[in-house]
């Protein structure tokens, strides 16, 4: 009896250590079988070298999505330890992922610090927005197409309208401008910008902007910023926020850029834009009266943007 009595419970302790261990393991990837609006067909990607020497490499994603709704924006994608920006192209969206290693390497990226995700080679990650609510979905048996090598150098971003987030109007059920709503939740110090331009192998301007942020609630994400028709992803720095703005002439010009279809706002030009996530939820506030600092001179290209900050962020999988 007493043989037994030890059994049942080592048994006991068996089942409750499994249950506890699936439940941290949901912590780290929330997977649900809540259904999408939205199908993805077989995505594939193609490995890429550029410049004279092939010293640039890279990868293009390709990921045809049909039968979505209105009120689905998709946003980017995760793969192989790299994040890129999804553009439109009709029913098919496309991003241009490039290697920061100067040498000829199609190896698999070190995860930077903000990759939420644990992915096969072969897995993916799409990040959509549905009704201001930020959802992921995962997709696996993603393919490899031929590589292909660009001589001039790596290939832009697909220079066609992307669906801006919640701004676009292009659906019914989009609002077409986004609303300027003041933030409770943090404070937005003096933020100042400065002009730049590269070295004259490498050619181009832009704007280097800084933003000071203070008493940042743990639920508030600071995304993207507007200023002068250009976007930007803000990236976190010992509580400053920087963003590297980029002319699209290759050429010496500081004329201000032409706004593309997807800039959703009318700007001054000491005016701009941030937008963030509060619980999911996309959101957006202007600020004015921004300070100009000295310009400076990259000798060796643009500068690199700064290494975000560790996130801590629970991400949920549709599949």
């Known amino acids: 009896m007493r043989h037994l009595r030890k059994a049942l419970f080592a048994i006991i302790v068996c089942?409750?250590?499994?249950?506890t261990f699936q439940c941290s393991s949901s912590r780290v990837i929330n997977k649900t079988t809540e259904p999408i609006s939205f199908k993805v067909k077989t995505i594939s990607f193609q490995e890429w070298n550029a410049g004279?020497?092939?010293?640039?490499?890279?990868?293009?994603?390709?990921v045809p999505i049909t039968n979505k709704a209105d009120n689905i924006l998709i946003d980017s994608i995760y793969f192989r330890n790299f994040k890129g920006q999804l553009v439109r192209n009709f029913s098919r969206y496309t991003t241009v992922l490039k290697n920061d290693s100067p040498r000829y390497i199609h190896q698999e990226s070190d995860k930077g610090i903000d990759y939420p995700f644990t992915l096969s080679n072969n897995e993916c990650a799409i990040?959509?927005?549905?009704?201001?609510k930020v959802k992921y979905h995962k997709v696996t048996d993603v393919i490899e197409k031929e590589g292909i090598?660009?001589?001039?150098?790596?290939?832009?971003a697909y220079q066609r309208r992307r669906e801006a987030m919640i701004v676009s109007g292009e659906g019914s059920a989009l609002n077409p401008t986004p609303k300027f709503q003041p933030s409770t939740t943090f404070k937005v110090k003096t933020i100042s910008f400065q002009e730049w331009y590269a070295g004259i192998k490498i050619g181009g301007t832009g704007m280097n902007v800084f933003v000071p942020i203070v008493n940042k609630e743990d639920n508030i994400k600071i995304d993207s910023v507007y200023f002068r028709n250009l976007k930007a992803k803000l990236v976190e720095d010992s509580g400053r926020y920087t963003a590297v703005l980029k002319n699209k002439s290759p050429y010496y010009t500081f004329k201000k850029a032409e706004k593309d279809d997807d800039f959703p706002f009318t700007l001054e030009d000491n005016e701009c834009a941030i937008s963030f996530i509060e619980n999911g939820e996309v959101k957006y506030v202007k600020v004015s009266d921004i300070s100009e600092k000295k310009g400076v001179y990259y000798k060796n290209g643009p500068p690199d943007i700064y290494q975000r900050k560790t996130t801590t962020d629970v991400i949920a999988f549709h599949q």
């Open 52 to 62: 004279v020497n092939e010293e640039t490499t890279g990868i293009n994603i390709y």
């Open 127 to 132: 990040r959509y927005v549905e009704n201001g």
């Open 15 to 19: 089942v409750i250590s499994s249950l």
């Open 149 to 156: 090598y660009y001589k001039d150098g790596p290939p832009l």
